[in-house]
């Protein structure tokens, strides 16, 4: 079984920075893809940005040069550095792995930012 472990979301101001992190325990095959996605109510939950095991990264353009996602493979971690947020990053943040065609969810983490 696989399961991840999120933290650091929180409450900040716009302008603010928040940096989340995932830990992911288990029967992890080397060879994956992990990243963030983000849900608000009444929505489709959507990508934020995604990292592979060999570092390939990619963004959502809503929040490129201002979010910055990175991995510890020897910790099967990852973490999703967030600044100049705006109000409209407010969501829930979900952790994701994926191996193959098979994904693994965290139980998200909520990010709220203030005006």
């Known amino acids: 079984q696989v399961q991840l472990v999120e933290s650091g979301g929180g409450l900040v101001q716009a302008g603010g920075s928040l940096r989340l992190s995932c830990a992911a325990s288990?029967?992890?095959?080397?060879?994956?893809?992990m990243g963030w996605f983000r849900q608000t109510p009444g929505k489709q939950r959507e990508l934020v940005a995604t990292?592979?095991?060999?570092?390939?990264?990619n963004y959502a353009d809503s929040v490129k040069a201002r979010f910055t996602i990175s991995r510890d493979n020897s910790k099967n971690t990852v973490y999703l550095q967030m600044n100049s947020l705006k109000p409209e990053d407010t969501a829930v943040y979900y952790c994701?792995?994926?191996?193959?065609?098979?994904?693994?969810w965290g139980q998200g983490t909520q990010v709220t930012v203030s005006s």
């Open positions: 990292i592979t095991s060999g570092g390939s990264t």
């Open positions: 288990g029967s992890i095959f080397r060879v994956n893809r």
């Open positions: 994701n792995l994926a191996v193959t065609v098979t994904n693994y």
